[in-house]
């Protein structure tokens, strides 16, 4: 059974940092691209971060310069580090864990509550 589960979401102010984690079982973490998404209030899920297999990263526009995604092998753990927040980084924060060999895999996290005040 695939779990990912994500924990270090809180409130924050503005201009704070946060580490998020995704602690997976079930898989291995560097088999598969490793995602962030984020669904703010209202709004519809969105891309934060990835990091393939081979350790490529991409960013949403709103966060390069400020988020980093990393992958801690022997702890099967994805983190995501978030500095400078801003109230509009507000949101459930998601992990994700997906990979195309010979069918589609692809698991979600419960989410985590970032919520950052001004």
């Known amino acids: 059974q695939v779990q990912l589960v994500e924990s270090g979401g809180a409130l924050v102010q503005s201009g704070g940092s946060l580490r998020l984690s995704c602690a997976a079982s079930g898989i291995i973490c560097s088999t598969y691209t490793m995602g962030w998404y984020r669904q703010p209030p209202g709004k519809q899920r969105e891309l934060v971060a990835t990091?393939?297999?081979?350790?490529?990263?991409n960013y949403g526009d709103s966060v390069k310069g400020r988020f980093t995604i990393s992958r801690e092998n022997a702890k099967n753990t994805v983190y995501l580090q978030m500095n400078d927040l801003k109230p509009e980084d507000t949101a459930v924060y998601y992990c994700?864990?997906?990979?195309?060999?010979?069918?589609?895999?692809?698991?979600w996290g419960q989410g985590t509550q970032v919520t950052v005040s001004s």
């Open positions: 994700n864990a997906d990979r195309y060999l010979l069918r589609r895999e692809n698991y």
């Open positions: 990091i393939t297999s081979g350790s490529r990263t």
